[in-house]
């Protein structure tokens, strides 16, 4: 069975402190991973899709990496407005559907 | 930009009563979804379809049922709803079955129901 584990559950940074965050994955034949940003009361935004190992994309402070069994989304010097929760969900081959992990709530102080 | 739009942001409901959600893309999306969310529980996908008319049920589709008429429109139905469906409901499209697994699926703004 699919499954994704995202960490932490919860991120608290000061605005300009660099980290990271987590998603580990197990599925059977990778067709894409895909990370959205929500915002509390709104649906997730959708942010990136790596297809394969050693994919890089970026967009504005945030860079999503991906290797065989874990994606990591880096955050570059943050600020207060990148606060949301992050959310990391898998395709495998032959599903017809996404699975989400549980999603890290990232909170950036001024 | 895809726009997917969902008919109400907040919904409040008697138990008992029959509830439609209604969710439209402008996108020509062959794919559409329901999804709720819990905390805790994360996203729950409730059904898809692929195609109109065509419908398949997610992880938890009891007490639910859906309808696709018309491409651009997919609707969630609570027959006789309960309070333990209060939750938010999400609607999402992506682009084509036949793009496989490499299709982003887009979020609407989400419907709060509540159940009393």
């Known amino acids: 069975e699919d499954q994704v584990t995202q960490s932490p559950e919860a991120l608290r940074l000061q605005e300009g402190e660099s980290s990271s965050l987590n998603c580990s994955y197990t599925?059977?034949?990778?067709?894409?991973l895909f990370w959205y940003r929500q915002d509390p009361g709104k649906g997730p935004e959708f942010l990136f899709t790596?297809?394969?190992a050693g994919e890089e994309k970026e967009k504005e402070r945030l860079k999503a990496t991906l290797t065989k069994k874990e994606s990591f989304l880096h955050i570059t010097a943050p600020k207060p407005e990148d606060s949301a929760t992050y959310l990391c969900?898998?395709?495998?081959?032959?599903?017809?559907?996404?699975?989400f992990g549980q999603g890290t709530r990232l909170t950036i102080n001024p | 930009d895809v726009k997917v739009t969902q008919s109400s942001r907040y919904l409040v409901k008697r138990t008992g009563e029959k509830v439609f959600l209604e969710c439209v893309q402008d996108m020509d999306h062959e794919n559409m979804f329901w999804y709720r969310q819990d905390p805790g529980l994360g996203l729950r996908l409730i059904y898809f379809?692929?195609?109109?008319?065509?419908?398949e049920k997610g992880d938890i589709p009891e007490g639910y049922s859906v309808s696709r008429e018309k491409k651009e429109r997919f609707s969630l139905i609570l027959e006789s709803a309960s309070t333990n469906q209060t939750s938010m409901y999400l609607c999402?499209?992506?682009?084509?079955?036949?793009?496989?697994?490499?299709?982003?699926?887009?979020f609407g703004p989400g419907t709060r129901l509540t159940v009393l």
């Open positions: 379809s692929y195609d109109v008319k065509m419908k």
């Open positions: 790596l297809y394969s």
């Open positions: 599925v059977s034949g990778l067709r894409g």
């Open positions: 999402a499209s992506s682009l084509s079955r036949l793009a496989g697994g490499r299709s982003e699926q887009f």
């Open positions: 969900a898998v395709r495998g081959w032959g599903a017809q559907k996404l699975v």
